[in-house]
Structures are given as C-alpha cells and as structure tokens.
C-alpha cells in the first residue's frame, strides 16, 4: 500500500540532517543518503573534515550543507533548525549520530561527576535537543523518520565504560517511547547499536594493537571490522520506504557480537568456546 502524503524516500529530494556528519559512520551515512539523492544537512565539530565531506559529496554530484559547530551547544542546534526551517521548510530525515565514550576513566569509582556530565551531553542530551528542534516541522509536514545511533554497549556490560552504556540505553529507550508517541504523526523512530566499526573513533588498527588479523575470526562470527558502509546502509534503510512497518526498534550492527556474547571462535577455526582460554 502507498501513503501519498507521507515524505517517500522514491519520490522526492529529502532533506536529511545528520549529526557528526562529516567522518565515520556519520560520514559514510550523509554520502550514501547523498548518492541515493537526497540533500544532506551535515552538523560536524570538525569543520575542514565537514567540508571535505560535502566536496566528495558534491564532486559525486550530491546536494550538502554544511552547518560546523559542537551539537552539545544549544546555539547550533538552534541555527541548525533555523537553516532547515528557511532552506527547506522542514526535516525529513533525522540521523543523531554523534556519541563518544572516550572521555572516560577506566573505573567509574575514581571518575569525576563532571565526566558523566560530558558524556551525558555527547551521548543523550544532543538527541533530545535537536529531536526537540525538529519535530514540529517533521510533525507539521506530516511525516518523517528518525534514526538514532546507540550501541551495542546499551545491551551487554561494558568494563570501564558503566557511564556511556547507560547514556546508550538511554537513547533505546528514547527511540522506543518516542516512536510509540510519534506513530500517529507517522514519524518512525528507530536505533542502530553498532559494535567494532572501523572509524575514526575505534581505528581498527589501534584495535588489533599489532595483533594477528587472523584473531578477529575468534573474536566475532563475520569475522572482520565493520566498515562505515555497513552501518550507512542500515541506516538509510531504516529511513526508507523499504522500512515503512519498523518502529521503536534499535536494529544491531554488530558483526554477530551480540549474538554470539561471551562465545569465542576456537584458535584452531575448529568450532567455539565460552572459555577463551581453550584452543
Ligand atoms: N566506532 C564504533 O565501533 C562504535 C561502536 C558503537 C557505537 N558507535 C556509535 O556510532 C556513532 C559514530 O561513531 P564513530 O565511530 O563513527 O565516531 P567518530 O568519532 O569516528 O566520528 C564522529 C563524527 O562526529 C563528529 N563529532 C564528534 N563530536 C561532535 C560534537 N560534539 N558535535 C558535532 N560533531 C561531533 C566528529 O567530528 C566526526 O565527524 C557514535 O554515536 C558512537 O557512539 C560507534
């Protein structure tokens, strides 16, 4: 069944506003909304890096806005709204991607309040702010689709890290509720938890730490590091039509981490273990 006058992702040019925006996973999802056509509002801290994302995305013949700025900073969640507002009249698709653990020490007992206040603002805060922005244009243009990038981390436990898996959890149960109160206003609300993507962030270098390559057989079921395309197309998919009975779910992204949790692949390749220690 169609829905005519609902924003389709086949029909038109969306407007598409994607936090941290310009490298990583964020990066590879504003060129692969781009290359599907639709004109990306990125919102990055890192200017140069953000314009060199819109000049890839508009050699590759795409529409990009830049909009530079810490999206923990109210002042550019405002302009990012007025832009939206005035250039476009509304959002179409919003992708809150920006999250980072590692303002963090290892052992919450030692770790200073104004450290979780960090984390809070880069992992949960920035998602209720720009949400808050831009749903009443989604809500008056009568439709749209939100996704959310939380982690695998909102659903296992994570040593050293109690502070942002909670602030994760945070965002899965935001994209839960919101998507139940916003069904009627058909905007769907959805997650992706990544888990071992290769970016900036999380190097897949400065993970193996001159380790054997071959060890990431043991260390998850597909066997490699996620490249930032991998969680781009899940994420447009997510936003598409394709995807238009899927609401209030976090989708993993994981390689088979969760899956398989607390199971290792044997060192031999013959079989797992639950004991890492067991060739
Ligand atoms: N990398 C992983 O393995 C992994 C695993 C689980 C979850 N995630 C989540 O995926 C998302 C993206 O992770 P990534 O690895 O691509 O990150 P990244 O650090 O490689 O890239 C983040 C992007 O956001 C921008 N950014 C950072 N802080 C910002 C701020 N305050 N305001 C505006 N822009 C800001 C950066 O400049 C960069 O362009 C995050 O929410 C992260 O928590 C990543």
Request: hydrophobic share 45%; proline share 6%.
């Amino acid at each position: 069944m169609v829905h005519d006058d609902v924003p389709s992702s086949a029909s038109r040019v969306r407007t598409v506003v994607v936090t941290g925006g310009a490298l990583g996973i964020g990066g590879a999802i504003s060129r692969r909304f781009a290359a599907d056509g639709d004109h990306v509002v990125l919102v990055d801290i890192d200017e140069p890096a953000a314009e060199r994302t819109r000049a890839a995305i508009a050699e590759a013949c795409g529409q990009c806005t830049v909009i530079p700025g810490d999206i923990t900073d109210d002042a550019v969640v405002a302009r990012l709204a007025e832009t939206v507002a005035s250039d476009h009249g509304h959002a179409d698709v919003l992708v809150n991607n920006v999250g980072d653990f590692r303002p963090a020490k290892a052992f919450f007992a030692k770790s200073p309040p104004e450290q979780w206040r960090r984390l809070h603002e880069l992992n949960l805060w920035h998602v209720f702010a720009v949400t808050h922005a831009l749903l009443p244009g989604m809500i008056a243009a009568g439709g749209g689709s939100i996704v959310n990038v939380s982690t695998v981390e909102a659903f296992r436990g994570i040593p050293g890290h109690a502070v942002y898996s909670a602030y994760n959890a945070g965002v899965s149960a935001f994209t839960r509720s919101l998507a139940v109160e916003l069904g009627p206003s058909r905007i769907r609300v959805n997650a992706i938890a990544p888990d071992l993507a290769d970016t900036e962030q999380t190097p897949a270098a400065l993970m193996l730490a001159g380790r054997d390559p071959e060890l990431l057989r043991s260390w998850l079921p597909a066997g490699r590091f996620g490249d930032p395309e991998d969680f781009a197309g899940v994420v447009t998919f997510l936003a598409s039509d394709d995807a238009a009975f899927i609401t209030g779910h976090t989708i993993p992204v994981d390689g088979g981490t969760l899956a398989a949790s607390g199971w290792y692949g044997k060192a031999s390749g013959r079989g797992w273990t639950n004991m890492p220690d067991q060739a």
